[in-house]
């Protein structure tokens, strides 16, 4: 089961707002984003999963996340499974 843990975002803006996110913040720790290595696309088919954009990111000291991206609020979460905070590229 994942566990979803709001997260601040900052973004790059071009044609749209929020095309991919730059950096993001756990707490007070600011994550910086090197590379975008996937990114997908859920569609709103069901009620409870809205639609949503996933970025999975290396960061600048090398680590890797899932960001979940929840358009029609707005919210931004990490995506967490189970004891694994770091995914592996």
Not at 51 to 64: D, P
Request: charged share 25%; hydrophobic share 35%; proline share 4%.
């Amino acid at each position: 089961m994942n566990d979803l843990i709001p997260v601040k975002v900052e973004c790059y803006s071009g044609y749209k707002a929020d095309e991919y996110p730059i950096c993001f913040y756990w707490g007070n720790i600011c994550f910086d984003i090197k590379e975008i290595l996937d990114r997908w696309y859920q569609t709103d088919s069901h009620a409870e999963w809205p639609a949503a954009n996933y970025f999975k990111v290396e960061t600048l000291n090398g680590q890797y996340f899932l960001l979940k991206h929840e358009m029609k609020p707005d919210h931004w979460y990490l995506v967490v499974k189970g004891e694994s905070m770091n995914l592996q590229a």
